[in-house]
Antibody
Framework: EVQLVESGGGLVQPGGSLRLSCAAS????????MNWVRQAPGKGLEWVSY????????YYADSVKGRFTISRDNAKNSLYLQMNSLRAEDTAVYYC????????????WGKGTTVTVSS | QTVVTQEPSFSVSPGGTVTLTCGLS?????????PSWYQQTPGQAPRTLIY???TRSSGVPDRFSGSILGNKAALTITGAQADDESDYYC??????????FGGGTKLTVL
């Protein structure tokens, strides 16, 4: 079964850091590009970051540029999101999503992990 | 800054047909934006419905269809059912790995 499982969410103070992980299974992780998408409480979905299959190409939304770092370890079938200088507005459920680049679609989603930034 | 626009809310009667749209604050949506559509119910992860304008994802009923209508992408639900009551999001591809979500449409079936 194709599956993505996020972990690492929690409560963190403003200005703090957190590292999210996404474990992939059931497919050849190293062949796929990946994305992080988030959803603030009661709000819509927001694309956060993209990483190519090799990790050589990376993009970020302006809202997180300079604070968040996406990375992957293909040997461990894992995707990561290092989040620094966290703000209250970063409070959200964070989803990892597989990107099927031939069709330009996020075709597999994890269930998400919740990040709360609060003092 | 590119803004992807969607109707905030829509309602449809059971068995009825509804068309949700996805536009741009400036310009027209074309197939070059590879519009995709996602369904989300409260507390759940998004589910992929439509990609590349009009291709249904695996397992998606054929009552869901995608198209370009005028200058917007469109998601049409034909024969709406109670469990279609969800939030629907469109996504447009801006190139260079950048994806932009619309604000979402809350669909009520009543």
């Amino acid at each position: 079964e194709v599956q993505l499982v996020e972990s690492g969410g929690g409560l963190v103070q403003p200005g703090g850091s957190l590292r999210l992980s996404c474990a992939a299974s059931g497919f050849t992780f190293s062949s796929y590009e990946m994305n992080w998408v988030r959803q603030a409480p009661g709000k819509g979905l927001e694309w956060v970051s993209y990483i190519s299959s090799s990790g050589s190409t990376i993009y970020y939304a302006d809202s997180v540029k300079g604070r968040f770092t996406i990375s992957r370890d293909n040997a461990k079938n894992s995707l990561y999101l290092q989040m620094n200088s966290l703000r209250a507005e970063d409070t959200a459920v964070y989803y990892c999503a597989r990107f099927y680049n031939t069709a330009i679609v996020m075709d597999v989603w994890g269930k998400g992990t919740t990040v709360t930034v609060s003092s | 800054q590119t803004v992807v626009t969607q109707e905030p809310s829509f309602s449809v009667s059971p068995g009825g047909t509804v068309t949700l749209t996805c536009g741009l604050s400036s310009g027209s949506v074309s197939t070059s934006y590879y519009p995709s559509w996602y369904q989300q119910t409260p507390g759940q992860a998004p589910r992929t419905l439509i990609y590349s304008t009009n291709t249904r994802s695996s397992g998606v009923p054929d009552r869901f269809s995608g198209s370009i209508l005028g200058n917007k992408a469109a998601l049409t639900i034909t024969g709406a059912q109670a469990d279609d009551e969800s939030d629907y999001y469109c996504v447009l591809y801006m190139g260079s790995g950048i994806l932009v979500f619309g604000g979402g449409t809350k669909l009520t079936v009543l």
